[in-house]
Each structure stands twice: as C-alpha cells, then as structure tokens.
C-alpha cells in the first residue's frame, strides 16, 4: 500500500509517502517515496519537495490555506516529471494517515475516520484550540481533495499515554473538575515515545514486558516518558504540550500564579501570557537570542554569550530531574533512550543532560556519544555504566503509516 501521511500544523504542512503492507511491516522494509514541507502557509509559502533520495527543490508559492496548500502537492504529485516510484496517477494512493494531535479519552488508538470520529475531534478542540484544528483542516481538505472514498486514519499524539495510571495523570486539584471538564494530564509525542520503545526492543532483544526505560524527545518540543512494561506510565507534557521540560519557546512547568501577577502587572489579557509562554519563553526567552538550539550553542561557544550558556544549563537541569524523578517513579530504568533534533544530534547535550550521575552509575562514552549522529542508532553510555544510554533516531511517520495500514486492513496494534 502506498500510505500518505499529513501532519498539519497552524501553518505548516509535512507529508510523506510511505509504501508499507503487513509484510514490509514485519521485514521492517518499509520504502519513503516521497516527502516535503509546506510552511507559512496564509502568506508566500515556503515549499520544499523531495522524491527518494534525490535532491530538495525548494520554491515559494501564494498558498492561502491548508487544502490550496494540498492541492499544490497533489499537483507535485502528479506531474509526469516528479517520477515518485510507483505513482502514476491518485489512485496510486491507497490511504491517508493523519497525525492529530490531542485524542483526549475517548481515542486512545489509531482508528479509521468516519462522520463518529469527526464529531469526537470536534469535540477535542477544546483541550488543544493551538493544534487540532489545523489537523482537522487536513482531514477536510484530503476528504475535498482526494474523495469520500479514500480511507483516511486518524493517529494520536496523546495515545501512547493513555495507560497512564490515575496517580501520575491527575492534577492535585479538586476531582470533581476532572469529572466535570476531563482536566487532567494526557501527554504529548507519543508516536515518538511509541517508536523509540519499539526500535529500543529491537536493539536491546527485549519483549514488550521487558520494556523499562525513559525515552527523552528533545525536538523544538520536548517531553519525557517512562514506560514500564512497554506501556507510557508517566511523561512530562500535561493537558496541553506547555507541561514540563523547558523547549525552544514553551516555558514548561511553571508556576500558575506567574499568569495571575503578570496579568496584574503588565495589565495584560490571559491570552496574552500564554502566548509568552508557548511563544516567547524557554530557550529564546531566557537567552533573549533564539530558540534554536544550535545557534545557541554557537553563542555559548564563541561569545560566551552568558544568557545563551543559562539557557542551555537550565535546559539540561531539567530533563536531569525528570529523568531522576523517572527512575524513582520504576524504581530503575533498564536504559535511558534519546531521539528529537536535539537528542539525535548534540552530544553535548546529552553528556551535559547526563554529567554528575555518577551515584546512580550512569556514564557516557565520549568517544561514542561523538560518533551519533543524525539517523543512526547508538549505545552511547561506557562499559562500565549501570544504565545504557542510547540514541534513536525517532520516526513518528512510520509509525503514521503503518496504523494507517493496521486499521485499514483491521490488523493487530502491537504497542
Ligand atoms: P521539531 O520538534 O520541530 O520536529 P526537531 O526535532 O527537528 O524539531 O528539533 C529542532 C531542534 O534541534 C532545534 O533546536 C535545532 O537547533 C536542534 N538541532 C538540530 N541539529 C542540531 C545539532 N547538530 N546540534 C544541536 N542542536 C541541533
């Protein structure tokens, strides 16, 4: 089956094709076709193609919305000079996966769309207004644009985490507001947390059951998980993805008062401090620079840039004490996992994530955690250290296409 995946956020829009079936499913041979990124979608979009391995093309194009920006790749698609392997024409195509982002309790697997399932996501953009409307505008245009008859799949970022126990998804607040409004914490990245526990299983020859790790996804979001028996019991985003570990511009935990006393300070709308904290705080808003982690670093290195340095010591702190508050949580982890932009590709990151663990036996190989770079899977941690320590390359599209091809066909989702 050739399976394209949508990812649509508020102004952007990725995409992949994937071919994949039960079979390639089980010899892991799954083939991308396709890829490409739409961004600035509503202005002068940025665009940028890519079939197989070949070059990007990269171009600009009046786009006003999501499905004027479908149709753009469609017309990509089909054009007899594209040549993606396999697709003549649309019907080519077999189904469409769909990453949405908040399933808040009622959808806690991957699962086919139909008229039930657009009502339920309707009904879920209250819990995440900043994101599943746009995945719900990628599910129209793809019904518009590709026909009522195309399978289309919807894959939730929050159902990893949906076995989460009562204990770590409950807020100390007064119960009858979960009752009464579902407030709770629902977790975020979870395809990737999916994935990376999937690809650690695999390296590490371990079964589902055996599965007791900490996966950490350190992207421009970041979150942290513990997975216990292959399931997520604990992770650090909550209700929305502002929870926990401090990102390129979300503030992570902080305090609730801060949004009362700055409202009464600044003399501004409720609206106006959570934009500060989803847009203008974490790395950009500490450093004052940006929110790239990269560039960060370049900062701290050449300028000694003392707020960049901040920055990225405060960045670090945090996911330290998540991890420790993990491995309290199990009572052990049998390896900590890296994956994101930034798990997969600064080792200073990680060896400065991981500095001073020495009580908990947990060191890093500063040969190995050199060597991993983008795309490939490594053990990083020594010889001698208590806990592995691996970087895995996530891949939240696979998993995408490959429910996609689970729930069309009815076949089993292993965790
Ligand atoms: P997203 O969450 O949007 O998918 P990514 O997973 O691509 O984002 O992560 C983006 C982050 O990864 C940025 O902060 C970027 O600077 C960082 N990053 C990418 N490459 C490197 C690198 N070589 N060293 C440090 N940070 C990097």
Redesign the pocket.
Known sequence: MNVFVLNCGSSSLKFQIIETDADRIATDSDKQLAKGLIERIGSEAIVTFQVDDRPSLKHAAPLRDHKAALAHVIEWVLNPETKIPGIAGLDDIHAIGHRVVHGAERFTGSLLIDKDVLNGLQECVDLAPLHNPANLKGIYAATDLFGPKMPQVAVFDTAFHSTMPETAYLYGIPYQLYRRFKIRKYGFHGTSHRFIAFRYRKLANKTREETNIITV??????SACAIKEGRSVDTSMGMTPLEGLMM?TRSGDVDPTVIEFLMHKEGTSVEEVFSTLNKRSG?LGVSGL????????SEAEEHQDRRAILAIDMFCYRVKKYIGSYIAAMNGTDAICF???????????RQDILSDLDWLGISVDGKRNAEA??GKEMLISSDKSRVPVYVIP?NEELILARDTVRAVKSLPFPC
């Open positions: 996804h350190l992207g421009n979001g970041c390129g790395l940006t929110n790239d982690m990269r560039d960060l670093q994956a994101g932009g930034i798990g997969e590709n600064s080792p200073q990151i770079i983008r996530t």
